[in-house]
């Protein structure tokens, strides 16, 4: 085992990811399910803070069991396939909804598995068996920006970022679904699946630096997430304040709005009633 210190305290950020569409096209023979989706990092970001020390210590969200804590399981694999033991004080700052479907616990593990990666002058395709064997979204963190994800959303081909403004406003119904992938993936009917064209059409229109098509963005969880008082309220209440497009990030139940411009993203915020309720905020993709 190989002991990896620090020179110096270390700021990493870990940003959240919107799906720019996600269509699901069949289940594999593994009980995984093949999807098309378009990830894109967004300015919403935990922060992971480690700083020099002579042995491991974590300071642990409590909101986060043990047996879900990606962070630890990332470590533990680093210790497994790497040999590698990290000496530090790490701090996870958590600004990332919890189980909203943008991915902050895969970002934390991607971000900090990257930033192991620089220090011990291991490369992000190396990375890349343990990436996938922490979580289907932690690959992506490895680098985030845009790409599309199919597969079980590990096989990642980089895509240039939207060419034009592409305004965000994010909510975050307060809705539990207890076991939520496995329950809204069981609620899947036939009429949720789809080729994925629409998905790869958008892929295409990044490809060529083009404005993407907001009409095409979809999301296979839409109709069962509308089942839920809180999201459909929300979804509303987006439409209500002047979004053109609405859909869940991931299996939600966050949603996006997407709005015509930046001003009118901006005065939504101010000038909708449920704000409160449904904690807006206005967000941007990060590259």
């Given at each position: 085992m190989t002991d990896l210190r620090l020179n110096k305290p270390l700021r990493l950020l870990a940003p959240a990811k919107i799906n720019l569409g996600l269509e699901i096209t069949g289940?594999?023979?593994?009980?995984?399910?093949?999807?098309?989706?378009?990830l894109q990092?967004?300015?919403?970001?935990?922060e992971i803070v480690l700083t020099p020390a002579e042995r491991f210590a974590y300071t642990r969200d409590p909101r986060i069991p043990l047996?879900?804590?990606?962070?630890?399981?990332?470590?533990?694999?680093?210790?497994?396939?790497?040999?590698?033991?990290?000496?530090?004080?790490?701090?996870?700052?958590?600004q990332i909804p919890l189980a909203g479907g943008l991915g902050g616990g895969s970002s934390d593990a991607g971000t900090l598995l990257a930033a192991i990666g620089r220090l011990a002058g291991i490369s992000d395709a190396e990375l890349l068996p343990i990436a996938a064997e922490l979580g289907s979204?932690?690959?992506?963190?490895?680098?985030?920006?845009?790409?599309?994800?199919t597969g079980s959303g590990t096989d990642l081909e980089?895509?240039?970022?939207?060419?034009?403004?592409?305004?965000?406003?994010?909510?975050?119904?307060?809705?539990?679904?207890?076991?939520?992938?496995?329950?809204?993936?069981?609620?899947?009917?036939?009429?949720?699946f789809s080729d994925g064209e629409l998905t790869r059409q958008i892929a295409n229109q990044l490809r060529q630096v083009n404005p993407i098509d907001r009409a095409m963005l979809q999301n296979a969880f839409a109709?069962?997430?509308?089942?839920?008082?809180?999201?459909?309220?929300?979804?509303?209440?987006?439409?209500?304040?002047?979004?053109?497009?609405?859909l869940p990030s991931g299996a939600g139940p966050s949603l996006i709005g997407i709005f015509p411009s930046q001003e009118s993203a901006?005065?939504?915020l101010i000038d909708w009633p449920s704000a409160r309720r449904f904690l807006p905020r206005l967000v941007a993709a990060r590259r």
């Open positions: 289940k594999r023979p593994d009980g995984y399910h093949e999807i098309v989706t378009i990092t967004i300015d919403l970001c935990d047996q879900d804590d990606l962070i630890l399981r990332t470590l533990d694999l680093v210790r497994a396939r790497l040999g590698l033991s990290l000496l530090a004080e790490l701090r996870v700052h958590k979204d932690v690959p992506f963190f490895l680098r985030g920006g845009t790409a599309l994800a980089p895509l240039p970022s939207p060419s034009t403004p592409f305004p965000l406003v994010l909510v975050v119904p307060d809705v539990g679904i207890p076991r939520k992938t496995a329950t809204l993936y069981a609620s899947l009917t036939a009429g949720d109709r069962a997430l509308d089942a839920y008082a809180p999201i459909r309220e929300a979804r509303d209440a987006l439409e209500r304040a002047g979004a053109n497009v609405v901006e005065a939504a």
